[in-house]
């Protein structure tokens, strides 16, 4: 079975992740997926196959006989897609690209290269694409459906390896992926993460990340007596909002460059609530962001009183790099075994995280490659299958120089 054969079975199940249960995993539908896994890896012959009772899937393959001192590898991806477009009742459809626009069935909408430009590399591909309503789920279902068509590979062709360890998590795509990974259970000593991406790429420098939310409470009175006693809370939210760098949002940033990114604002005269991501890819600008945050509310609380504004940061992840640089070898076999396939190696700093990067400060050193997954948290998102199949080529040309 090819990969995106894989990957469209696995989009149809509806496993959206959600930050508002406080529950782990946050949606009790990611299950589905993560049985329906354990009993495909069992078909593979991962005996041990098994989900935990936060939905982790783990399994692990044996060394094959003369492999058995070589590193133990993981290959890891997870099984939620983002809450910021729906993934429930999701059509794939297989497009042979031959160029130009493809209209999306539903929901009006085109893919056209004059917006998405790499469309126009991938003339003669095998595409499969949203119906236009829903994202695809190729974040990460691809990685999934490349991991386990190369266990496929590996099996069917008896190909020799050293231990190998399978992880699939849920709710990477609200931050918790890495929550309660079993990193000693899983028994690697080093392992790659399969998420997002274009065949190829090769990421382990990433945004460090933190949230914060604020509460800001007002006094509300009638207007018509306002004069000296109002404090009109969402007044003071587009304060704060203004105290911030207007040129460094997302929308004005690109490379390595951070930013604060407004994600949600509510409220009343009475009470207001704002929550931002901060993310830099550089620790002291970081930690200045983080300090730009709590100046601008102390700097209103001495304007409307003390308690006006309460600001709660909390770090999200890190910048795995520094945990990767002493491994470099997972990098460079990364681009040999990229070279292998065919395709080019491209090493991008990640403007977002993987719970590779959580991973990395856990004591489990894991660089992210590409799936063949494009446009992803979007209706636009499309794999192409000719791509999936050189990610799967790419992790067993890996998983063949760590059994060397």
């Known amino acids: 079975m090819r990969a995106y054969e894989r990957l469209i079975r696995y989009a149809r199940v509806h496993t959206t992740s959600s930050d508002r249960t406080g529950t782990h995993p946050s949606t009790a539908r990611q299950f589905d997926l993560a049985r329906l896994l354990v009993e495909e890896m069992k078909q593979l012959g991962i005996a041990d196959a098994r989900v935990d009772e936060h939905c982790y899937v783990y399994g692990t393959l044996p060394a094959t006989p003369g ?137 382990y420098q990433n945004f460090n990340a933190a949230s914060a939310k604020l509460e800001i409470t007002g006094f509300s009175v009638h207007p018509g007596s306002a004069k000296n006693l109002l404090v009109n809370a969402l007044t003071v939210a587009t304060q704060l909002h203004g105290l911030l760098p207007a040129s460094e949002a997302p929308e004005h940033t690109e490379g390595t460059e951070g930013f604060y990114m407004l994600e949600e604002i509510s409220g009343t005269p009475a009470r207001a609530h704002m929550e931002y991501i901060l993310r830099d890819h550089d620790a002291a600008k970081f930690a200045r962001r983080k300090e730009t945050m709590r100046r601008a509310a102390d700097f209103l609380n001495a304007r409307w009183g003390e308690g006006t504004v309460q600001l709660t940061i909390t770090d999200s992840y890190y910048n795995m790099e520094e945990k990767i640089l002493p491994h470099f070898h997972l990098v460079e076999n990364a681009r040999a075994a990229t070279l292998a396939a065919g395709a080019q190696p491209v090493t991008v700093p990640v403007r977002g995280g993987t719970d590779g990067a959580r991973l990395s400060f856990m004591g489990l050193p894991c660089p992210n490659l590409g799936t063949g997954d494009f446009n992803c948290h979007g209706e636009c998102e499309f794999v192409s299958a000719q791509q999936m199949d050189q990610v799967v080529q790419i992790l067993l040309n890996i998983i063949e120089l760590y059994s060397k």
Request: proline content about 7%.
């Open 67 to 203: 492999c058995e001192d070589k590193p133990a590898l993981g290959l890891i991806a997870h099984m939620d897609t983002a809450p910021s477009a729906s993934g429930e009742n999701v059509q794939p459809q297989v497009v042979e690209y031959t160029g130009g626009d493809i209209p999306l069935p539903a929901g009006g909408k085109v893919l056209s290269p004059r917006q998405f430009p790499v469309m126009d590399t991938l003339v003669g591909h095998t595409l499969v694409t949203t119906d236009g309503t829903t994202l695809l789920g190729g974040d990460d279902k691809a990685g999934i459906a490349d991991i386990l068509t190369a266990i496929e590979h590996i099996q069917t062709e008896q190909l020799p390896h050293g231990k190998l360890c399978i992880g699939f998590t849920p709710d990477e795509e609200i931050g918790e992926g890495a929550d309660l990974f079993d990193v000693e259970g899983f028994g690697a000593d080093f392992a790659y993460t399969v998420d997002g991406g274009a065949a190829g790429e090769i990421e």
